[in-house]
């Protein structure tokens, strides 16, 4: 039986990038599939009197929108390339080279970029996220997970929020965890201590 996580990302989230990298790394050491969706910390945050972003002109739309865009036009592969070659730019180097390099550094069409000014593809972005944010509500935020859980049954969650990247089997062990966690009847939320800042190299 195929086995897959569902990955629900904002783009512009230094944790989720890391959470992203740590999901590459289990999916090395266990039999899963990695299923890429756009999910939006300005769609989540709207008519919220508590939101915290911090992004009052609207950027953090322009990486989701180039998103849905990719995902639209060439599947749920591509926009995990996409996301891989944006975030070792953003997050891993601190560089701001523009839509167009991390797409072109992706194999994908430079010209994609162009949708960061629209609102073509908002709606793409405001069904994506809601799909994401129906298997756990409005309390969480970046990332969202869903996959197969030990019994083959669906179990989603938010999270994991770590700082840092697990490597080889310490990262298919803190797979298999989450997923006896979460899918475990009655669990609703685990905090471990303050979070420390992203390592992001």
């Given at each position: 039986?195929?086995?897959?996580?569902?990955?629900?990302?904002?783009?512009?989230?230094?944790?989720?990038?890391?959470?992203?990298?740590?999901?590459?790394?289990?999916?090395?050491?266990?039999?899963?599939?990695?299923?890429?969706?756009?999910?939006?910390?300005?769609?989540?945050?709207?008519?919220?009197?508590?939101?915290?972003?911090?992004?009052?002109?609207?950027?953090?739309?322009?990486?989701?929108?180039?998103?849905?865009?990719?995902?639209?036009?060439?599947?749920?592969?591509?926009?995990?390339?996409?996301?891989?070659?944006?975030?070792?730019?953003?997050?891993?180097?601190?560089?701001?080279?523009?839509?167009?390099?991390?797409?072109?550094?992706?194999?994908?069409?430079?010209?994609?970029?162009?949708?960061?000014?629209?609102?073509?593809?908002?709606?793409?972005?405001?069904?994506?996220?809601?799909?994401?944010?129906?298997?756990?509500?409005?309390?969480?935020?970046?990332?969202?997970?869903?996959?197969?859980?030990?019994?083959?049954?669906?179990?989603?969650?938010?999270?994991?929020?770590?700082?840092?990247?697990?490597?080889?089997?310490?990262?298919?062990?803190?797979?298999?965890g989450a997923l006896l966690v979460?899918?475990?009847?009655?669990?609703?939320?685990?905090?471990?201590?303050?979070?420390?800042?992203?390592h992001l190299g």
């Open positions: 039986m195929d086995r897959f996580a569902d990955f629900w990302f904002d783009p512009s989230c230094p944790y989720t990038w890391v959470t992203s990298r740590w999901l590459i790394e289990a999916q090395a050491v266990r039999p899963f599939e990695i299923r890429w969706h756009v999910m939006s910390l300005s769609v989540l945050n709207e008519d919220r009197d508590d939101e915290s972003e911090g992004d009052p002109e609207g950027w953090l739309w322009g990486p989701v929108r180039v998103c849905a865009a990719v995902r639209h036009r060439y599947g749920t592969a591509a926009l995990g390339r996409f996301y891989s070659a944006y975030g070792t730019r953003v997050h891993q180097r601190g560089e701001w080279a523009g839509f167009d390099v991390a797409l072109a550094d992706a194999g994908l069409d430079a010209e994609l970029a162009e949708a960061a000014e629209t609102i073509e593809y908002d709606e793409a972005v405001r069904t994506s996220h809601a799909d994401g944010i129906r298997l756990v509500g409005r309390h969480v935020g970046t990332p969202i997970i869903a996959a197969d859980g030990p019994g083959d049954e669906r179990v989603a969650f938010f999270g994991p929020v770590i700082s840092r990247v697990p490597r080889g089997e310490m990262a298919g062990r803190l797979w298999d979460a899918g475990t009847p009655g669990f609703h939320e685990l905090k471990g201590r303050p979070p420390a800042d992203p």
